[in-house]
Each structure stands twice: as structure tokens, then as C-alpha cells.
Antibody, heavy 122, light 109 residues
Framework: EVQLVESGGGLVQPRGSLRLSCAAS????????MNWVRQAPGKGLEWVSY????????NYADSVRGRFTISRDNAQNSLYLQMNSLGAEDTALYYC???????????????WGQGTMVTVSS | SSELTQDPAVSVALGQTVRITCQGD??????ASWYQQKSGQAPLLVIY???NRPSGIPDRFSGSSSGNTASLTITGAQAEDEADYYC????????????FGAGTKVTVL
């Protein structure tokens, strides 16, 4: 079965750290770019970070740059998000999503996990 | 970074047609993709490009694009189409970043 399964969320104190994982199965993980997308409670979707299939290209949203680090282990079919200096504004459901170039200038998130909840609170 | 603008909410009578729009400068370069998110569920890709549907998406969902505007149309809306719909595209300012619209809540009456 083709799926993405996130884990690692939880309750963390302000200025704390957390590492999220996303386990991929059912497809050739090392041929796809991957993303983290988050959704604060009752709010819309916010793109967080992208990593290319080889890990050679990485980008971050301005809101997390310098605090979050995306990485991947293609041997383990896994995607990670190291989150440091967390604040209340980082409280959200974090999804991993597969990145696909459908055609020229056509990029989509064609697969999503169910998400892992991160709550930043004292 | 670029922004994508969507109407916050729209309602449609059962069986009627509803059109959702998404505007942004990035759409002059990149095609939009549309995601349906039902309550408590992960987003689901429903339309991408000019008018492409992934396997399993009903043909009552269609898309169009012109200039800086992309549209999602549901023709013959069903009760199960009630959801939040988000547009997204690559961000034309920096590559490869992405941007989402704020979402449109579709209510089927």
C-alpha cells in the first residue's frame, strides 16, 4: 500500500525542540521530492519545507528558516523535520506530502500523510 | 513571497454548480493545484494543471486557468463535496517554494 505515516509530534515547551518523522512505503521514495506542510488549529495550510529526491536542494518558508531543518534517509525511506526554538505559532498538525512534477510548470502534492500534532505550550 | 487569494466561503444547492476562484501573480507562471479537505482528514488532490483530475476524482470536478486566475468548478454538487478547498502553486519569487490560498469553505445546502 502506498502511504506516508508521520510520527514524533507531541507537547513541547516554548523554546524546546522536536523531531518529526515521515515513513514512506509502497513507492520508490528516493525518486521523489518531499515536503512538510502544516495546519494550525482551525487555520489553513502552510507550506513549511521542501527537500529534493537526493537532498541536494532544500528550501524553507520564511517563518521557519533558521529554526527548522529538513532531511531524509533514502535507505530508510524516511523524511525528517528537526524543529528547534519552538514557539506557540508553531502549534499545528504537520503533514508530509509527496512532491510531483506533473508537467512543465505543474507541481503538486499528490500524496499526504495523516499528520502528527505538535503543541507548543508551557 | 507570492500570495494566492480565495473567497472565504461559498454555498451551493444540492445538484447545482459552484465555482471557486484563486488569484495570484504566481499563477501567471505556474499552474494551480486544488486540494479538498474534509473535516478531520488530510488534504486530497482533486484538480491540477489546466484541467486534470487524478484517478478516482469524480468528473463533476473541473478546473480552468486564465492569466493570474485559476478556478475549480463542481458541476452537480453532492453532499459529500462539502469541504474546504485550497489552491496552491509554486512561488514565483523563489524556487522551489510553495504557496497556498487561505481556503474556501464550500457548503452544500
Amino acid at each position: 500500500e502506498v502511504q506516508l505515516v508521520e510520527s514524533g509530534g507531541g507537547l513541547v515547551q516554548p523554546r524546546g525542540s522536536l523531531r518529526l518523522s515521515c515513513a514512506a512505503s509502497g513507492f520508490t521514495f528516493n525518486t521523489y521530492g518531499m515536503n512538510w506542510v502544516r495546519q494550525a488549529p482551525g487555520k489553513g495550510l502552510e507550506w513549511v519545507s521542501y527537500i529534493s529526491s537526493t537532498g541536494g536542494t532544500i528550501n524553507y518558508a520564511d517563518s521557519v528558516r533558521g529554526r527548522f531543518t529538513i532531511s531524509r534517509d533514502n535507505a530508510q525511506n524516511s523524511l525528517y523535520l528537526q524543529m528547534n526554538s519552538l514557539g506557540a505559532e508553531d502549534t499545528a498538525l504537520y503533514y508530509c506530502a509527496r512532491d510531483v512534477k506533473m508537467a512543465i510548470n505543474q507541481y503538486v502534492f499528490d500524496m499526504w500523510g495523516q499528520g502528527t500534532m505538535v503543541t507548543v505550550s508551557s | 513571497s507570492s500570495e494566492l487569494t480565495q473567497d472565504p466561503a461559498v454555498s451551493v444547492a444540492l445538484g447545482q454548480t459552484v465555482r471557486i476562484t484563486c488569484q495570484g501573480d504566481s499563477l501567471r507562471i505556474y499552474f494551480a493545484s486544488w486540494y479538498q479537505q474534509k473535516s478531520g482528514q488530510a488534504p486530497l488532490l482533486v484538480i491540477y494543471g489546466k484541467n486534470n483530475r487524478p484517478s478516482g476524482i469524480p468528473d463533476r470536478f473541473s478546473g480552468s486557468s486564465s492569466g493570474n486566475t485559476a478556478s475549480l468548478t463542481i458541476t452537480g454538487a453532492q453532499a459529500e463535496d462539502e469541504a474546504d478547498y485550497y489552491c496552491s502553486s509554486r512561488d514565483s519569487s523563489v524556487n522551489p517554494n510553495y504557496v497556498f490560498g487561505a481556503g474556501t469553505k464550500v457548503t452544500v445546502l
